[in-house]
């Protein structure tokens, strides 16, 4: 059986993910802190909480080590907070949000590496990222740090994992602008954060956002290209 580990899984992206990975039979084993996780085993944890992941992590390779004919690690959760200009944020929110969004994804990627060392299986990571990671955007200093960060972490670790016997392949990919809670905090921001407010406030008016699940279905399709590995390690669903 294919294994599907999600973070971020109660809601947007992650539950579309969940949902039709799961309909094509494949076991999703969510990681998130709260909602609704009918769909999937679901694990509950706060991704800020770092420290607690590894063990986590390897408790869920370990069950399932015997059964799993693949391995894959999406993960997805991110924050966008805190929305604001650099000398006026807030230090704990800016923690929390390179928890979240770098340092989490850091630490799965890792252990997902460690224990799956030796197994000759497929073994895939696939990073949600976002054009914010490769384009400026004022009110966002520590979104699009996080997500640069995030690109340039699955840059090195593509380039390691090439001289491994069994290597891990890896692709961190932006999913496009998308109706989510995520858009609903930059609406409800303010232009002295966010000087960039109405034109995201434009995007949902013109229906320019692609909803969770169409971007679920695009994700779907790029996780189940036999040529993954050439993919990246950086992409963008939009150009794919």
Known sequence: MEV??????????????????????????????TGNHDATNFVTADLANTNLLEDILSSIIDENSE??????????????????????????????????N???????????IDKLRDVNKVKRILNISSGAGRNPYEGWGAYCTTKAGLDHFSRVVAM?????????????????IIDTGMQETIRSSDEESFPLLDQFVTYKEQGMLSSAKETAEKLMAVLERDDFK???????????
Do not use: W
Request: charged share 15%.
């Open 4 to 33: 599907v580990i999600v973070t971020g899984v109660s809601k947007g992206i992650g539950l579309e993910l969940s949902k039709q990975l799961q309909a094509l039979g494949k076991k999703v084993i969510g990681i998130a802190r």
């Open 230 to 240: 050439t993919i990246g390690p950086i992409a963008d669903v939009r150009n794919l």
């Open 67 to 100: 059964e799993a004919t693949s391995f894959t690690l999406i993960n997805n959760a991110g924050i966008v907070d805190p929305i604001g200009l650099v000398g006026n944020l807030h230090v704990a929110e800016v923690e929390r949000s390179i928890a979240v």
């Open 102 to 112: 770098l340092t989490a994804p850091i630490v799965l990627s890792n252990t997902f």
């Open 160 to 176: 390691e994992q090439v001289k491994e016997k069994y290597p891990v392949e890896i692709v961190s990919i932006a999913p496009g």
